[in-house]
C-alpha cells in the first residue's frame, strides 16, 4: 500500500467518528469515509497521474500571498513533489485549529493560493489541543489528482473531495458530517 501524505496529525476526523477499520491493506479502499466503505467515494486511484523525477524548480514569489509565506513556500519546494505528478502542497498553521495552503508548480515555480485552502480550513471538536494530535486537515498523494479535505472550509462542515485540474480545484463529492455534543 502506498503512503498516503498527510498533514496535520495522524488520523483524519471523519474516518474515527465513522469507527471505520482500514487496515486491510488494500489501496482500493478510501481512507476517509465518513460512513463507511461507500464505492461511490472518489478514489486516488480513479485520478491517477505520474510523478515527475525533475528537481522542482525555484519558486516564484510573486505578488503579496506569495511574499507573506515565502519561507513556507520555500521549505515545501525543497521537500519535492508531493501532489498531483508535479504538484507541492506547502502548508502552514492560521491560528487554532485551523491550516492554510498553496500549490506549487513544479514545472515552473508557480505558486496558487485556491481558496478551498488558502481561505483557511480545520476542524473543532472544543478541544483544539487534542483534535490537532489525533486527526488530520487533508489528505494526497503524489500520483494522484485528488485531495480530500477534512472538517470546516466553507458553510459546511464534512468531507470534500477535491480534484485539481487546469490549476483550480473541482467538487467531485462532499459528504456533511454532523459534530457531536
Known amino acids: 500500500m502506498k503512503t498516503i501524505k498527510r498533514l496535520g496529525s495522524a488520523m483524519i476526523l471523519a474516518f474515527v467518528m465513522a469507527g471505520s477499520v482500514f487496515a486491510d491493506g488494500n489501496s ?25 523525477k525533475e ?40 491560528g487554532t485549529s485551523c491550516e492554510q495552503a498553496a500549490i506549487i508548480d513544479a514545472t515552473t515555480g508557480k505558486v496558487y493560493f485556491p481558496d478551498e485552502l488558502f481561505r483557511g480550513f480545520g476542524i473543532s471538536l472544543g478541544h483544539p489541543e487534542e483534535s490537532l494530535e489525533k486527526y488530520g486537515y487533508f489528505e494526497f498523494r503524489p500520483d494522484s489528482q485528488l485531495l480530500i479535505l477534512n472538517g470546516y472550509g466553507g458553510p459546511k462542515y464534512g468531507v470534500r473531495y477535491l480534484v485539481w485540474d487546469e490549476n483550480e480545484f473541482h467538487l467531485a463529492k462532499f459528504v456533511p458530517i454532523s459534530l457531536p455534543d
Open 28 to 52: 482500493n479502499q478510501n481512507p476517509i469515509s465518513p460512513i463507511g466503505r461507500q464505492p461511490d467515494l472518489p478514489r486516488f486511484e480513479d485520478f491517477k497521474v505520474d510523478v515527475t
Open 55 to 94: 528537481t522542482p524548480k525555484a519558486v516564484r514569489i510573486e505578488g503579496k500571498n506569495a511574499t507573506q509565506f515565502r519561507t513556507r513556500l520555500r521549505e515545501a519546494q525543497a521537500e519535492g513533489v508531493n501532489f498531483a505528478g508535479h504538484y507541492i502542497i506547502a502548508s502552514w498553521g492560521c
